[in-house]
């Protein structure tokens, strides 16, 4: 089973960059479709960007396309966010997470079985 643990999150100003890392343990990385997740305060958890086990498939959100890059490191164990034009919108708490093991690419939040713990990221206007 793997565990997640995200690193990266913090209170910038609209228009500031951010780069959100989650590091993986306890499982064979490239065997599992990431994803990274967002829940604002009173909205459900959105999938904000996704990545296949070898890293050729992304998914992204309308609102971050173009701002937003997913990456992942499968000989470092490591899923990457790198967040640009920050917009006040952006604010929730992003969740790195990792698909069932007969996922090999998924945007749905359900065929997601192991989660960090979250890391607060605030863009203020």
């Known amino acids: 089973q793997v565990q997640l643990v995200e690193s990266g999150g913090g209170l910038v100003q609209a228009g500031d960059s951010l780069r959100l890392s989650c590091a993986a343990s306890?499982?064979?990385?490239?065997?599992?479709?990431m994803g990274w997740f967002r829940q604002a305060r009173g909205k459900e958890r959105e999938p904000v960007a996704t990545i296949s086990r070898s890293g050729g498939r992304t998914y992204y959100v309308d609102s971050v396309k173009g701002r937003f890059t997913i990456s992942r490191d499968n000989a470092k164990n490591t899923l990457n966010l790198q967040m640009n034009s920050l917009k006040p919108e952006d604010t929730a708490v992003y969740y790195c997470a990792a698909a069932e093991g007969w996922t090999s690419f998924s945007s749905n939040k359900n065929d997601y079985a192991y989660w960090g713990q979250g890391t607060q990221v605030t863009v203020s206007s």
């Open positions: 306890g499982g064979t990385f490239s065997f599992y479709a």
